[in-house]
Nanobody, 124 residues
Framework: QVQLVESGGGLVQAGGSLRLSCAASGGTFNVYAVAWFRQAPGKERKFLGTINMSGSNTYYRDSMKGRFTISRNNVENTVYLQMNSLKPEDTAVYYC?????????????????WGQGTQVTVSS
C-alpha cells in the first residue's frame, strides 16, 4: 500500500508562489496517476489537476490552467504542484491522491490513496 506525504505549504502573500510536494513510499510509484485536490474551510474538496504515470500527460480543472502546474519525478517518487500568482481564495488544505488508472476523472472516489494534506494560506 502506498503512503503519501504532502509538504511545502505555508503562508504566502498574494501574488507569490509555492511549490507543493507529494512524496510516495511503500509502493511502485510509476503505476499510479496522481491528482491534486484542495479543500477550503466549509467547502467540499475540489479537484485541481492530475498527471499520468510517466508524467507525459496532464489534465487541469479549467480555473487552474495557467497558474498551476503538476510535474513528477519517478526516480524520487515525488509529484509537485507549482502554484503561481496565488490569490487569497487559493487558501485551503491541499491533498494529493493516487489511482492505478489514467483519466480525467475529477471525482474523489476514483482515487484510492490520499495524503494527510498541507495547509496553504494566502494573505491579501
Amino acid at each position: 500500500q502506498v503512503q503519501l506525504v504532502e509538504s511545502g505549504g505555508g503562508l504566502v502573500q498574494a501574488g507569490g508562489s509555492l511549490r507543493l510536494s507529494c512524496a510516495a513510499s511503500g509502493g511502485t510509484f510509476n503505476v499510479y496517476a496522481v491528482a491534486w485536490f484542495r479543500q477550503a474551510p466549509g467547502k467540499e474538496r475540489k479537484f485541481l489537476g492530475t498527471i499520468n504515470m510517466s508524467g507525459s500527460n496532464t489534465y487541469y480543472r479549467d480555473s487552474m490552467k495557467g497558474r498551476f502546474t503538476i510535474s513528477r519525478n519517478n526516480v524520487e517518487n515525488t509529484v509537485y504542484l507549482q502554484m503561481n500568482s496565488l490569490k487569497p481564495e487559493d487558501t485551503a488544505v491541499y491533498y494529493c491522491a493516487v489511482r492505478e488508472a489514467w483519466g480525467t476523472s475529477t471525482a474523489r472516489n476514483e482515487y484510492d490513496y490520499w495524503g494527510q494534506g498541507t495547509q496553504v494560506t494566502v494573505s491579501s
